[in-house]
């Protein structure tokens, strides 16, 4: 469990890094859709606070990792075939984001972070509990 929980941290630390250094340094994003940088900010401080909580209470900041990983995976799956910055199509917004010298880590970190989270969470196991509970007390 330790090592899970230490894997998970080290995880939401290089998330959060891989998110500073694309908001400090992607001058082009603060231009052409200030939103989605305020975005990567917070979900860069939520990586923070989650990796620094992990310590503390460890299935609340699993839980949140789950949905922190999911949410920002979807955000970033839709800015690469959906979103379009102003006057710029959306093929060559797409190219601009994989050539980004962060965004491929970022993204590709967030799945590790949704299974470490996943597996320290013992959701799987609460899940199970909670449906044998349902079906002990008659309920369909």
Known sequence: MRFRRAVLSGTLAASA?????????DRFLWVAAPTHAYGLVGFTLFDLALG??????????SLLSIFLATTQTL?????????????????AFRSYLLSTMYFIPLLAIQPIIFWFALRNSNLHYD???IHTWLHGHHLP
């Not at 890094?17 to 340094?25: H, L, P, R, V, W």
């Open 127 to 129: 899940i199970t509990n």
């Open 75 to 91: 955000a970033m799956l839709s800015d690469l075939y959906l979103y379009t910055a102003p006057y710029v199509p959306q093929g």
């Open 17 to 25: 890094f891989f998110g500073a250094q694309i908001a400090m340094s």
């Open 52 to 61: 620094i909580t992990l310590w503390r209470k460890e299935w609340l900041a």
